[in-house]
């Protein structure tokens, strides 16, 4: 038996007293072994080689410098005394010299300013067990770890210290086991985890007999405890509802999907009124949930934003924009004659397979049209084309709202409405000249309508297409009226029709921004 209680000698992996990466702590160890030989007719029988170890550690490791560091000392070694086995048969003694090693180690890199320590308190058994079923690990242990930690950089770093338990031969090579308490951490400027570890190993160490005798280890066991986690994951976000509207308008901001270890949140509204300050310590409406009410009594373009902090004062933003509108106005696109640029294109396949392609550009009435049938396939398309000039819309307009209105109906030779899509219009064309084969190319679907068979007014959602329109986000071809599904049609008054109220119309509600 040996007990004992070591102070580590401070060691300095790099440097000196001004620029170091060093170790220092202690560990008071007590420990016990059990060796067991067992021969009969010059036959092992049983072999057995146990440790009982318990040991109280304090590391410390400090650094001050951006170091890469791979090194390892003994800092203490100690004889528990030589006894001496007789082999029955035999002429010569089994001698057995135990000794314990005592070490401390250090592999990484680290960067800045690095201060931990990690206690820990570990009972254990540990060795190898040689009988009729062979070669058997003997593991047991109990672990508990403390840790405190104070960085300023980042980590990659492993630090341990522990002893060796060696069972030497006349002095010269045999067992060991190795008991290892370390620390593992890796640390960036947002994110940080440190493991502590507890490593157990046995072997054969031959020393001077390594040309004859291979060296051999096996790990007994391992634990490992997550020690301290740092989080600087910040993710700011803010949604506003409402961020449209007429003064007064009261709007929500809610900051409270952000991500991360938030403690306070900072909300500015772009109106020149004081910003919004709420933290885990200071909540002016009692609530710490990321979430204001604010008020905007003029109309304008509101930027507004919430700026997100966590304790090491790490911060995130995230923006919107609240836009006061004033009194709505809205405006009606019905082009007489001459103003007024639609048309119609046919395309028409015989029975013969000969097909004919033409276009009206002043016909009072506007077709849609979709229907073939038999073999060979024959039958006819029609598409309407128009196009509404968007002078009278300022350049500054928000649309609110924009339809597009045909007055009509349609028909279908199945027991359903026909469905009517319209789609973007991607290149110029000629109303006067148009046909089905020099029809210009469409864009996507931006949406559709049900026709019935009652005469009256249909509308299509184009607020979006309007809005681009304005903007010059896209070019202002106009669009096509077309069906997809046969045996349907539908037909629709021009803008050359006589009466004026029912020619088409751009029905579109807008604000302007200032």
């Not at 392609?357 to 002043?362: A, C, E, Q, R, T």
């Not at 071809?477 to 021009?494: A, D």
Request: glycine residues 8%; charged residues 20%.
């Amino acid at each position: 038996m040996k007990n004992g209680d070591f102070y580590l000698v401070e060691k300095y992996f790099f440097g000196n007293s001004q620029t170091y990466v060093k170790s220092k702590g202690h560990v008071n160890l007590n420990a016990n072994y059990l060796f067991e030989l067992d021969v009969k007719n010059h036959k092992v029988e049983n072999f057995t080689l146990k440790l009982f170890l318990s040991d109280d550690t304090e590391i410390r490791l400090e650094s001050n410098y951006e170091i890469s560091v791979n090194k390892e000392f003994k800092v203490g070694e100690f004889s528990l005394g030589v006894f001496v086995a007789y082999i029955p048969g035999t002429f010569f003694p089994i001698v057995v010299k135990p000794e314990i090693d005592i070490y401390i180690g250090a592999d990484g890199t680290t960067s800045l300013q690095f201060d931990a320590t990690a206690t820990q308190t570990a009972t254990f058994q540990a060795g190898l067990e040689y009988g009729n079923s062979g070669w058997q690990i003997i593991k047991d242990y109990d672990n508990d770890f403390g840790f405190n930690c104070n960085l300023v950089g980042e980590i990659d770093l492993k630090c341990y210290a522990g002893t060796e338990f060696e069972f030497l031969l006349y002095g010269i090579s045999g067992a060991n086991t190795r008991f290892q308490g370390y620390l593992d951490g890796k640390i960036t400027i947002n994110h940080g985890e440190i493991f502590g570890g507890l490593e157990v190993s046995a072997g054969i160490n031959p020393r001077i007999l390594s040309k004859f005798i291979p060296p051999y280890s096996i790990k007994l066991f391992e634990t490992k405890e997550k020690l301290w986690e740092y989080q600087n994951y910040l993710n700011a976000d803010l949604i506003v509802t409402p961020n449209r509207g007429t003064p007064p308008l009261e709007v929500l901001l809610d900051a409270s999907n952000s991500e991360g270890n938030i403690t306070s949140y900072i909300f500015s509204f772009g109106d020149n009124s004081p910003n919004y300050v709420e933290s885990s310590e200071n909540c002016p409406d009692g609530n710490f949930d990321g979430k204001i009410r604010h008020s905007y009594s003029n109309q304008g373009n509101y930027p507004c934003q919430v700026t997100v902090f966590d304790a090491q004062h790490h911060s995130d933003i995230a923006k919107d924009t609240v836009y006061v509108e004033g009194i709505p106005t809205t405006i009606t696109i019905q082009p007489n004659p001459s103003q007024g640029k639609d048309a119609y294109v046919e395309l028409n396949v015989w029975s013969n397979g000969d097909s004919t392609f033409s276009g009206d550009g002043n016909s009072l009435e506007l077709e849609v049209h979709n229907d073939f049938w038999g073999s060979p396939l024959r039958g006819v398309a029609k598409e309407i084309l128009i196009q509404f000039p968007l002078s009278s819309i300022p350049t500054n307009a928000i649309i609110s709202s924009a339809t597009i209105e045909f007055y009509g109906s349609g028909a279908s030779s199945y027991n359903y409405d026909p469905i009517f899509g319209i789609n973007k219009i991607n290149s110029s064309w000629n109303e006067s000249t148009v046909k089905w084969n020099t029809k210009p190319s469409y864009g996507n679907r931006i949406s559709t309508c049900t026709i019935t068979g009652e005469t009256k007014w249909y509308e299509w959602d184009a607020t979006d297409l309007v809005q681009d329109w304005i903007d010059c986000v896209q070019t202002n071809y106009g669009v096509s009226i077309l069906t997809t599904r046969n045996s349907e049609g539908g037909q629709f008054k021009s803008s050359d029709y006589s009466d004026s109220s029912k020619r088409p119309k751009l029905k579109v509600t807008y604000f302007e921004s200032e």
